[in-house]
């Protein structure tokens, strides 16, 4: 089912309406998918307006409002298929926000390889959108207004792992499982979080990005309060991540 399912995703992604539909029945009736109404209309809605018949039938029930999202998949813990280069643009935008921010680009890269694959106008199911995946209240934070320019959105997404980097005092494996799940998540289990897409995350960016501590600014952020009792190994999964 997961093949078939990032078969479709790459021939809907690449315009095919068919495909499109297909992921549309699954993320609305939750066929091996998590059930997910408005990915579920975004994906009708692009089939529909690719000429297939009976998506065109079904988006006359469709509320208004719902699905006006870009619509794009992304199986949820699945490893990454393989590690691309990054495009010449971004590694450049990236050695340069990432070098004035004293963050290693590598590690950047490496989290916008498992975020995005390198695509500017990727968003997920939980709102998260661009190179690296910011959510709404985490643009906002950092000072991010437009999150699908490139420059922006890397910005945003660097001074968030400067931040989780000294926040965590240097621990890589923690301040990655704070930029998937929320360094609350963090907090709270004292440790990298027991949520299956958390622990497939990290283990994907370790697969790219093999350091396990990275320098940081001592005076940006008083250190995480349960940073002494913290365990940077992954746990047993459990619940899906929630931000914060």
């Not at 993320?27 to 990915?39: A, E, H, I, N, Q």
């Not at 660097?158 to 704070?178: C, K, N």
């Not at 609350?184 to 994907?204: F, K, L, S």
Request: charged share 25%; net charge positive.
């Amino acid at each position: 089912m997961a093949a078939k399912r990032l078969s479709d995703c790459e021939a809907a992604e690449q315009g095919d309406p068919n495909a499109a539909f297909r992921l549309a029945r699954r993320y609305l009736f939750g066929v091996g998918v998590s059930r997910d109404r408005r990915l579920g209309t975004a994906w009708l809605r692009a089939a529909a307006s690719r000429g297939h018949s009976e998506a065109r039938r079904m988006v006359h029930y469709v509320p208004g409002g719902m699905g006006r999202i870009r619509p794009w998949c992304r199986p949820g813990g699945a490893p990454v298929r393989g590690i691309t280069a990054p495009p010449a643009e971004i590694a450049r935008l990236v050695d340069g926000i990432a070098a004035r921010h004293g963050v290693d680009p590598g590690l950047v890269l490496a989290v916008i390889q498992a975020e995005s694959a390198f695509r500017t106008d990727a968003v997920s199911p939980k709102d998260a959108a661009g190179l690296m995946q910011l959510i709404p209240d985490t643009a906002e934070r950092f000072g991010v207004s437009d999150v699908f320019d490139p420059a922006q959105n890397i910005t945003g997404g660097v001074r968030y792992l400067r931040w989780l980097l000294a926040y965590f005092q240097g621990d890589v494996t923690l301040a990655l499982a704070g930029y998937n799940a929320g360094e609350g998540a963090v907090d709270r289990y004292r440790g990298v979080p027991p949520y299956e897409e958390t622990q497939n995350y990290i283990r994907v960016i370790r697969r790219i990005y093999n350091p396990t501590f990275h320098p940081y600014d001592q005076n940006l952020v008083d250190p995480s309060p349960a940073l002494a009792g913290a365990a940077a190994e992954l746990p047993r999964s459990g619940k899906s991540p929630k931000k914060g």
